[in-house]
């Protein structure tokens, strides 16, 4: 949601939950429970719409874990080697350096 709606992702209540504290299961269905800091504009409120339907079309399983991957890693872990990396080389692309 962050990158195909980011005025919208910045209008939720929770900017880093995990899945699971966006709703829940009842009678084996997902059901999304979306919050925002303010009553929506109607032009919010269409993308909130979009968003919606997007999302809805990925069912959950109850059974699969909900967990945060790293996806600089092919591991999914996150390690602080592997930010180091990833932040010098977006310095190396722009030519800047730390120090």
């Given at each position: ?6 005025e ?5 209540i929770?900017?880093?939950a995990?899945i699971a ?6 009678r ?6 979306l919050?925002w800091?303010?009553?929506l ?10 968003s919606c339907?997007i ?21 999914g872990n996150?390690?602080t080697?592997s930010?180091?990396?990833?932040i010098?080389?977006i ?7 730390l120090?």
């Amino acid at each position: 949601m962050r990158s195909e709606f980011p005025e919208l992702f910045a209008l939720s209540i929770k900017l880093a939950a995990m899945i699971a504290e966006m709703g829940e299961f009842g009678r084996g269905c997902w059901s999304w429970t979306l919050k925002w800091k303010k009553i929506l504009s109607t032009s919010e409120l269409e993308q909130a719409n979009l968003s919606c339907t997007i999302i809805c079309e990925v069912h959950l399983k109850q059974s699969a874990s909900d967990k945060r991957r790293w996806n600089c890693e092919a591991d999914g872990n996150y390690s602080t080697k592997s930010a180091k990396t990833v932040i010098d080389i977006i310095l190396l692309s722009c030519n800047l350096s730390l120090f």
